[in-house]
């Protein structure tokens, strides 16, 4: 007869470093075990221990990483990834609280108090929009926003998107999102951040994915703002001229 072995409890500093483990993924995206060594400076063969408990206790999963062009020989490397248990990990431990009372406030107050509670819950984006701006002018405004929401829980990044008729962009990826679970019943919350980019970022932007809706990560296309016409006239010239003459 067997028995169920008891679980070993990690070392302090084993625990520390699959955290910094889970971080990175949280932070970069789907990463293979070399991608995480360089990261977080130790060996593969480090990371892929850590990675192999991660796996086990279901906080990560493998799958094989997408190839361009020829493949070499070999396996192919394996991209890790934050599974739906992971997720629920890091998220709000009071994710259920905020449900609840959000249902409470709508069921009470109409729909359009949870949409007001929404636009004020991002308030903090134009806030420390701005202050981002003021303290590191060498950031475009797609990057600043993207420190903005990093400082919040959203470990975001932007990457540069192709010309498409012309004009060109750029994407803001989100690969965390505090408030996933709650946003899933109630999109007023993602819907309200959409608001709040085109706010600060004076242009529309288009939302493209949501982890809410089970996508992945959260995307956000953002054009390159178009430059401001010069419509000063032949006419208004020539008035200017007689003018002065």
């Known amino acids: ?21 889970v971080r990175s993924i949280v932070e970069h995206g789907p990463s293979t075990a070399v ?9 593969p063969a480090a990371v892929r ?3 192999d408990h991660l796996v086990e206790a279901g906080t990560v999963e493998a799958a094989e990483q997408r190839q361009r062009g020829h493949r070499g020989p070999g396996r192919p490397a394996k991209a890790f990834r934050l599974t739906e248990s992971g997720r629920d990990q890091l998220a709000n431990q009071y994710d259920d609280l905020a449900t ?12 359009d108090a949870v949409v007001a509670f929404a636009r ?11 202050a981002i701006v003021a303290d ?10 993207a420190e903005v929401l990093t400082h919040e829980g959203y470990a ?11 004009q060109g962009g750029e994407q803001l990826c989100q690969q965390h999102c505090p408030v996933s679970h709650v946003a899933h019943e109630f999109p007023q919350l993602c819907e ?10 004076g242009r529309h932007v288009q939302r493209l994915a949501t982890i809410a809706h089970g996508d992945g990560v959260c995307t956000t296309c953002i054009p390159h703002a178009l430059a401001t016409p010069d419509h000063t006239s032949s006419t208004d010239t020539d008035k200017k001229d007689g003018a002065s003459s």
Do not use: C, W
């Open 192 to 201: 309200a951040e959409t608001e709040a980019f085109a706010q600060v970022l």
């Open 136 to 145: 590191h002018p060498e950031l475009t405004p797609a990057e600043a926003l």
């Open 156 to 166: 975001a990044g932007v990457r540069e998107l192709p010309l498409l008729n012309g």
């Open 35 to 43: 991608d995480l060594a360089k990261l977080l400076d130790l060996t």
């Open 49 to 51: 221990r850590h990675l």
């Open 100 to 111: 609840q009372a959000l249902r409470f406030l709508r069921d009470t107050q109409g729909e």
């Open 1 to 21: 007869m067997e028995f169920a072995k008891a679980p070993i409890a990690a070392p302090d500093g084993d625990a520390s470093t699959r955290a910094r483990v």
């Open 120 to 130: 004020q819950r991002v308030a903090f984006i134009e806030r420390d929009y701005n």
